[in-house]
């Protein structure tokens, strides 16, 4: 299918014909992420939302904290923080 790239005001744009859109599960208004390959190709997919659990299961429980984390926890109060 060939589309055409439009100028709509300073930006340039490009329309999804809705047989594209219903296909693809697309919806106008939709979060998307938008990368280019090396190669000149453009990818487009809906934006990931993250779910707490799932980033709570990439992370090791039995990791060492990080070596900053004592700065943190000694720190003194600069203005007028509650501890």
């Not at 919806?27 to 487009?44: E, F, V």
């Not at 799932?54 to 926890?73: E, H, N, S, T, V």
Request: hydrophobic fraction near 40%; aromatic fraction near 4%.
């Amino acid at each position: 299918m060939e589309v055409v790239l439009r100028k709509y005001g300073n930006s340039t744009v490009l329309a999804l014909p809705p047989a594209v859109l219903k296909e693809l599960g697309f919806k106008a208004g939709q979060s998307m992420t938008l990368d280019c390959t090396p190669d000149g190709r453009i990818t487009l997919a809906p934006r990931r939302r993250h779910r707490l659990v799932d980033l709570i299961a990439q992370c090791d429980p039995k990791a060492p904290p990080p070596a900053d984390l004592a700065l943190w926890d000694n720190a003194r109060p600069a203005g007028q923080e509650a501890w």
